[in-house]
């Protein structure tokens, strides 16, 4: 691909980077592959924004109490309240083992960190498909700091 952007960066064809017609063919197709591969991770971006807007984060103990999305409840923390997970980060799906000692993790640097911060465990699902992350809803602290976590714990998000 360098050699191909230096190549057109200086006016010449991709059609006489080679002197084999099927090999420019083949290059062309590479570019329209990428393109397209290109545009579907823009779109799937899109979309994942879409789906975390639409989670839905409930009591992990008390399943009727709904924090964000349908029938959600007066808020049982002063705010502001921030949702913050360690599970399955940057989207990557971990083992449930691997994921459960990172939610643990999680759990002890919030409460060495804010000692003073209320905490509940809860429930992030998405509404219309079977994703399921559990996380900590938690009181006392900034959204930089909320943001700070959730960023050391290689997340896109918090609520």
Not at 31 to 42: V, Y
Not at 134 to 139: F, L, P, Q, V
Request: glycine share 6%; hydrophobic share 45%; aromatic share 6%.
């Amino acid at each position: 691909m360098i050699g191909l952007r230096n190549h057109l960066a200086h006016g010449r064809s991709i059609l006489t980077l080679s002197s084999r017609p099927v090999e420019a063919v083949e290059r062309i197709n590479n570019l329209d592959l990428l393109i397209t591969k290109i545009r579907q991770l823009l779109e799937e971006r899109e979309n994942l924004w879409e789906v975390f807007a639409a989670t839905e984060v409930i009591g992990l103990d008390d399943s009727t109490l709904i924090l964000a999305g349908k029938g959600a409840a007066a808020l049982p923390l002063p705010p502001p309240i921030h949702v913050i997970t360690a599970q399955n980060p940057h989207e990557r799906v971990l083992t449930d083992i691997v994921n459960n000692k990172r939610h643990q993790l999680l759990h002890s640097y919030l409460k060495m960190r804010f000692p003073k911060a209320k905490l509940i465990e809860v429930i992030g699902k998405s509404c219309s498909g079977p994703w399921v992350e559990t996380g900590w809803a938690i009181s006392g602290l900034s959204r930089l700091d909320a943001l700070a976590i959730a960023h050391g714990f290689q997340q896109r998000a918090i609520f």
